[in-house]
């Protein structure tokens, strides 16, 4: 019953946002194909950072939050991602044990507020400072994609900025920053944009 709540609780945090999909739903093994495994979620938005801290724990854990509705639902909606959440916990007991729920759930906290002190070590860099100031003047907003090193002390961070052009949402390429935790620095990478 307790991992339950937990997982209720997790889904509810999740829950009204679509996660940019970090990897392809389908992922190809030879002879056959096997499906990404999925939590469904619905309900309330994500806090900042957990989108991307879940893309992190994905890798990881292999599988992906989805949200399929927003706050409001049906008796039928709710069935649905019931029985399918509970094939899905199915196969995670199976892989990473009893408590895997409590393990992923501590991990992704962790990610989330190393993803807050990169945010804020970025937001204190002189240049991303002054690109960051005149895309505000503009109505829009620096947009930042981590990735962590094994260690989970130093971050890749892809740097977009967006805002409204003729009504049209656009996308600016920053670069690519190193964001090292231990010394609270940065360093431009590269210029262009590689990967999002």
């Not at 990881?60 to 069935?79: M, Q």
């Not at 935790?181 to 431009?188: K, V």
Request: charged content about 25%; some cysteine; overall charge positive.
């Amino acid at each position: 019953m307790k991992a339950i709540a937990i997982l209720f609780t997790v889904l509810l945090a999740t829950a009204c946002h679509q996660p940019k999909k970090v990897d392809k739903p389908i992922v190809k093994q030879p002879k056959q194909q096997v499906q990404k495994l999925e939590y469904w979620t619905y309900g309330l938005p994500n806090p900042a950072y957990q989108p991307n801290a879940e893309a992190v724990l994905s890798r990881k854990w292999g599988f992906v939050t989805k949200s399929v509705a927003g706050c409001v639902v049906t008796p039928g909606l709710l069935d649905s991602v019931a029985l399918h959440n509970k094939a899905v916990d199915k196969s995670l007991l199976v892989k990473y044990g009893k408590n895997w729920n409590d393990r992923y759930t501590k991990e992704l906290a962790a990610e989330v507020v190393r993803q807050k002190k990169v945010a804020d070590i970025l937001d204190r860099d002189p240049d991303l400072n002054v690109k960051s100031n005149q895309i505000e003047k503009e109505d829009g907003a620096l947009n930042y994609y981590m990735w962590p090193s094994k260690n989970q002390k130093i971050y890749e961070v892809t740097v977009t900025g967006w805002k409204m052009v003729k009504e049209k949402s656009v996308n600016i390429p920053y670069g690519t920053y190193e964001v090292d935790l231990n010394n609270s620095s940065t360093r431009l990478k590269s210029d262009k944009v590689t990967k999002l």
